[in-house]
């Protein structure tokens, strides 16, 4: 049994990703990492899913010790590391989650609304993902509040909707789970992130299927 919720598995992040933030801004290196998390996550599975994400979070590591001011290569480095985590499974996991939050919480002190917010919706998607206390620093009530703020960053983004309808689904607020599947399902197009926009489609797909 994983220590960590099967939805951690579909970080993204993002943010996921994560949000339509524009490719012109972001370096060379932060594309790359953001490139093959889509691949990785949409494309692999098993092992070979595990053993890639292993080599991207070593990469992600490599991209914050050259651009340590970059808010978005931090980002970057804990949707990775985060979602690395829900691949892996059992103990390992923790420490990921772990490593994931403080490269997320480095990326806020930065900048926090870089990425449309997407650290706020990483974030929360931890804290909820992750065994509270005293196994894990997992919080419902922390989860919401910082999937919330995701949601007045970027009301409209994809990944902020679909996170917090994840969240809700778990607290078992069905109705309003079906809501913000809906509005990330209608969420326009990202250019450039057309491996991650299909990826997340199928997983509102089958959100919204199992809620039927």
């Keep these: 049994m994983t220590i960590l919720r099967k939805s951690l598995l579909l970080i993204l992040l993002a943010p996921c990703l994560y949000s339509g933030y524009a490719a012109a801004e972001m370096n060379d290196e932060v594309l790359a990492l953001q490139t093959r998390w889509a691949e990785i996550n949409y494309q692999l599975n098993g092992d070979a899913q595990e053993d890639a994400f292993e080599a991207l979070a070593e990469q992600a590591d490599q991209v914050t010790a050259e651009f340590p001011g970059s808010a978005e290569a931090w980002i970057w480095s804990g949707i990775i590391k985060s979602t690395y985590a829900g ?80 969240f809700k689904r778990d607290q078992k607020d069905y109705d309003a789970a079906r809501t913000y599947y809906l509005k990330a399902q209608s969420a326009p197009a990202r250019p450039g992130r057309e491996i991650a926009d299909q990826g997340r489609q199928a997983d509102i797909d089958r959100a919204l299927a199992e809620l039927e």
């Excluded at 806020?108 to 990425?115: E, F, Q």
């Excluded at 931890?126 to 509040?145: I, M, N, T």
């Design 87 to 166: 691949a892996k499974g059992g103990l390992g996991a923790l420490s990921l989650a772990k490593a994931s939050r403080r490269d997320l919480e480095k990326a806020m002190d930065i900048d926090a609304d870089a990425m449309n917010g997407s650290a706020y919706t990483s974030l929360g998607t931890l804290y909820y993902s992750v065994p509270g206390w005293p196994v894990g620093f997992g919080d419902d009530d922390k989860a919401e509040e910082l999937l919330s703020k995701a949601l007045e960053i970027a009301p409209d983004d994809i990944d902020a909707n679909y996170f917090y309808a994840e």
